[in-house]
Each structure stands twice: as structure tokens, then as C-alpha cells.
């Protein structure tokens, strides 16, 4: 399935690039060989017979600009401009840097041309105007292919994000192994897996209760509930290596393995810190009110995530029939099985709801405060309860330690192929306007279910990239603000939701899992559980 969408993403970023730079072509968007008429203000006229070079003021009027470009309304502005002429070419030409003065236009095509912050032009001089003012035209240079240039640059650091990320796991990836191997020898990760066996006989009937695999999910769970994505990672990663030592067919995803990452994708986590950040900073009256909405959002999320994993799993997906799995499982049983899956949804719904409206009297800064007490002292309690009872249980703490540390470069950088291929894939998927397209076509489904097209953008970008939704998220909330009911909504968006692409590609890449089977589908109904969860409980709430 990932392969699918992979090169669906690339084919799609590529062909709205090809597309859009035909038709910028076609329109002549950038004005290439047109000249804009500026005044250049100099001490003196150059002399076109002579080689030289000279600073200038360039003036240039807001509505002819405006005009010229087709853009909005802009302000009369200067530029300071370097002319210099060539008598051999018979050419003046002009050189400027872009500022903070410098219309955004203008600084678009400046990033367009490849240099960044400076554009070349050439110039024609007419008569003065003035004391020193010299009316001219401007021809600047040709821009064209903008945005194939921006899938170049996007899968050039996208490739390049996506080995940072690697190395930026070694050291975390290093203690957290550390400190699960000393645990782990010390028999206290069975102890907790004992301790939350009802559960996890539900959830992973096919891992032994007393399997270190289920002390890692465990953990990674519950780190990741307390919002501690830093000590997660290492968690759910050492968890995908344990869970791949049961799996008899080596490269295709185990049932436990799916479960396990349709939870991790559902991204249930009790403050959502960083939403809750960016709010404060945005200047929200009550930045952490999105606490509960987010909740709701994430527990629809999960609850669906699960069911679609434990229905779909029943109904396995051959791998490369996906048209056989639709056709043999829209009938009889794969009928009834969506029924369930939507009755579900639907009842999940309806009971979180009576009981966030029974619960509503909860201070969410207190609720807040004691989660991020807990956060902070989470992770040094950890290390010293699993390393001191290492210690009681006469284990080598130091050597054991080591020994799981040494793991934790391997891992890191097993996942770079898997990482570079899928942030790649989704910056291309960006850079070249297929999310534009897909916005388009969204738009009648989430103006039925009562989601503004602002925060559409929000919604699609989430699954596929972490830095790339939280930077949607910043700017619609700094333009309609924070306590806007779209600013809540996308905040709770941020909160109730993961990036499903990247988890995917990191934890199955940890253990080399090609063939995915319905991982990728329950993590992306699990998304539209949470946004739809997110839609419905903040219109309830703040509607």
C-alpha cells in the first residue's frame, strides 16, 4: 500500500508542478521581457558610451506595480540599485538585494531566479523628471519553471531533514535501549507487562503476555500519552524489533505490528504541548483550552484505529490485489464489517460526548499542571526506578546498559532509506501545488460537514508532516487568531492527530517491512476519525 501512495505522491507533486509552470508560461505571470517604468534618482546621468558603475535609488509606484503584476494593492517603495554600464554590449544593467521594503513578489521571484536575495535586470533610460531623477524602464531577468525549481529544492532538503532526523535519534535511541536492556535483565518490563494483561490480550493476542515486546509498547505508549515523543521513539522502535522476532514471514507486517502502530498513529496524548505553546505565544486568553477537545479528538481516533485494525485483519489484503480485496469485501460480511466500523465511530461519538459534557467542570489548567508535573519528572524517575532495580536485582547495570546502547546507532540509521524516501516523496507532494489541487476538490466534503476551508490545509497536511502542519497551524492561527473557532479547531487538530506517513515509514523501516498490508489504511481512517472527532466537538463546544 505504501508503495502506492509513494509514487502517487511523487507523480502527483510532479504533474501539479509541469502543469502549473505550462500555465505560469502561458500567462506570462512573471512578466518576462515586459518593462516596469521606475525613476532611478542619481547625482548624475551615466554616460552610455563609457564602462562604469553607480549607486542609485529606484522609486518605483505602487499602483502601476500592482497593475504590472497582477497582485494586490501595494505602497509607493524605494530600492537601493547598483547600474552599471557596458558600452561594448550596448547594455545598461541593473542589480538589486531584496529587503524588507522589497514587495513579497519580488522577493518570490529573487528565491525563484536561485540566489535568494538579490535580482538582475536590464535597463533603458529615458529623460529626467527631475533634479537627478531619471525616468527608465526595468526588464528584470526570465523566471520560469518556479515550480519545478521548488520540487528540486524541496527533495534536495527533504533528502537532507530526513538524515538529521536519523543522526538526531542516536544519542536519545542510545539511552532509552540502554535503559530498557538493564530493565529488561532485571525481569521488571514482565512485571508491567503482567500488570496491564487484560488489556494487551485484546489488543496483541498473537504476542505472548510475557514477551519484551510487550514491555515496550507499554512504555511507548504511555510516553507517548504523556506527550514525551523523545522517549517514545526509542520505546516503539525497540518494540518493532521485538515484535518482528515472532513474525514468521520476514518484511510483511504482523497483525500486532499494525495494531501497535494504529495506536502510535492515533496519537493520543494527555497535553498537547506544543499546540498549547504556540496558542500562548499567538496571545490566547486560555491557551490550554483545547485540552479537552483534543482528548476527545485523539480517543475517536484510537478507538477507530483499533476497530479498523481488528476488522481488517480478519479480511487480509493480498498484496498487489487491491481491486480483488474492494470487490470480495464490499459484500456479505466486508458490508456488514464497514456497518460495524461506522456504528463504532458513530457510538464512540456519542458516548465520549456525554461523558466530556458530564466532566466539563474540570479546571484545564489544573488538569494541565498536574500532567506536566508528571511529564517532568517522568523521564529521571524512569531512568532511576528501571536502573536501581537493576541494580536490587544484582544486574551489571553499567555493562548491561552499554550493551543495549550499542543497538541504538544501528537502528538510527537503518531507518534513513525508509525516512529519505517518504519526506521526499511529501515535499514534492508540496513543493509542486497537488495540495492546492487536493483543497479544491475537498472543499464541498468540509463544507458539508461544517470545517472551514481555512482549516482544510491543516487537516490534509497533518498525516504527512509534522513541521509542515504545526508551520499551518501557527499561520492560521495568526491570522484569525487564537481563540477564533478555527484557531481552536486547528489547534485540536494538531492535538487529536499524528503524522501517520512518518511513523509508518520510521518503525517498519527499523525492521524492514515492505509489505505494509492494512497498516496505512487504519492509520488514515484513525486520522479521519480525529479530525472528524475534532469537527465535531469543537462546533459543539464553540460553534
Not at 500555465?23 to 551615466?46: A, I
Request: contains cysteine; glycine residues 10%.
Amino acid at each position: 500500500m505504501l508503495n502506492y501512495v509513494w509514487m502517487a505522491l511523487l507523480a502527483l507533486g510532479i504533474g501539479a508542478a509541469i502543469v502549473t509552470d505550462i500555465y505560469e508560461k502561458s500567462d506570462n505571470k512573471y512578466r518576462n521581457d515586459d518593462p516596469l517604468g521606475v525613476v532611478l534618482v542619481m547625482e548624475e546621468k551615466p554616460d552610455l558610451k563609457k564602462q562604469g558603475s553607480y549607486q542609485a535609488e529606484m522609486k518605483v509606484n505602487g499602483q502601476k506595480f500592482s497593475s504590472f503584476y497582477s497582485v494586490g494593492e501595494t505602497e509607493d517603495f524605494s530600492q537601493e540599485v547598483r547600474v552599471t554600464v557596458n558600452p561594448e554590449k550596448e547594455r545598461v544593467l541593473l542589480f538589486f538585494k531584496v529587503n524588507e521594503n522589497t514587495p513579497k513578489f519580488w522577493k518570490e521571484m529573487a528565491s525563484i531566479s536561485g540566489k535568494d536575495d538579490d535580482l538582475v535586470g536590464e535597463v533603458k533610460l529615458g529623460g529626467m523628471s527631475g533634479p537627478g531623477m531619471i525616468n527608465a524602464k526595468i526588464t528584470l531577468e526570465e523566471i520560469s519553471f518556479a515550480k519545478m525549481k521548488d520540487v528540486t529544492n524541496s527533495a534536495l532538503d527533504s533528502a537532507g531533514t530526513a538524515v538529521n532526523i536519523a543522526l538526531g535519534l542516536i544519542g536519545i535511541m542510545a539511552l532509552w535501549l540502554g535503559v530498557m536492556k538493564v530493565a529488561e535483565e532485571a525481569g521488571l518490563i514482565k512485571i508491567i507487562a503482567r500488570a496491564v494483561r487484560p488489556i494487551t490480550r485484546f489488543l496483541f493476542p498473537d504476542v505472548p503476555s510475557d514477551h519484551p515486546a510487550m514491555g515496550s509498547m507499554i512504555m511507548n505508549i504511555s510516553a507517548n500519552m504523556l506527550g514525551l515523543g523523545n522517549a517514545a521513539t526509542p520505546f516503539g522502535l525497540k518494540a518493532m524489533e521485538e515484535l518482528d522476532k515472532l513474525n514468521p514471514e520476514k518484511g510483511t507486517a504482523t497483525n500486532a505490528m499494525i495494531t501497535f502502530l494504529a495506536v502510535n498513529t492515533a496519537g493520543l496524548t494527555l497535553i498537547p504541548a506544543t499546540a498549547i505553546a504556540i496558542r500562548a505565544a499567538a496571545g490566547s486568553s486560555d491557551p490550554a483550552i483545547i485540552i479537552g477537545t483534543a482528548i476527545f479528538g485523539a480517543i475517536c481516533a484510537t478507538t477507530v484505529g483499533i476497530t479498523a485494525t481488528k476488522v481488517m485483519e480478519k479480511f487480509p489484503l493480498k498484496k498487489g490485489d487491491v481491486s480483488g480485496w474492494v470487490k470480495s469485501n464490499t459484500k456479505g460480511l466486508g458490508i456488514f464489517s464497514a456497518l460495524i466500523v461506522v456504528g463504532v465511530i458513530l457510538g464512540v461519538t456519542g458516548v465520549l460526548t456525554a461523558i466530556f459534557s458530564a466532566l466539563n467542570f474540570i479546571n484545564p489548567e489544573l488538569f494541565k499542571s498536574i500532567i506536566q508535573i508528571i511529564s517532568i519528572l517522568a523521564i529521571p524517575a524512569l531512568i532511576f526506578i528501571f536502573i536501581g532495580y537493576g541494580a536490587l536485582k544484582k544486574v551489571k547495570v553499567y555493562e548491561t546498559f552499554v550493551e543495549g546502547a550499542k543497538e541504538g546507532f544501528d537502528v538510527a540509521v537503518r531507518i534513513i532509506p525508509y525516512l529519505v524516501a517518504m519526506l521526499v516523496a511529501i515535499g514534492i507532494f508540496r513543493a509542486g501545488g497537488a495540495m492546492e489541487v487536493l483543497i479544491a476538490i475537498m472543499t464541498p466534503v468540509t463544507d458539508f460537514i461544517g470545517m472551514p476551508a481555512e482549516a482544510l490545509p491543516m487537516a490534509i497536511m497533518r498525516p504527512l508532516s509534522g513541521s509542515g502542519s504545526l508551520g499551518i497551524m501557527a499561520e492560521i492561527i495568526n491570522t484569525h487568531g487564537a481563540d477564533s473557532f478555527i484557531g481552536i479547531l486547528v489547534s485540536t487538530f494538531f492535538g487529536s492527530t499524528e503524522t501517520t506517513f512518518y511513523v509508518l515509514a520510521v518503525y517498519f523501516g527499523s525492521v524492514n517491512i515492505r509489505n505494509t498490508r492494512h497498516a496505512l489504511p487504519a492509520g488514515l481512517l484513525a486520522d479521519i476519525a480525529g479530525i472528524l472527532g475534532a469537527v465535531f466537538i469543537v462546533n459543539l463546544l464553540f460553534g
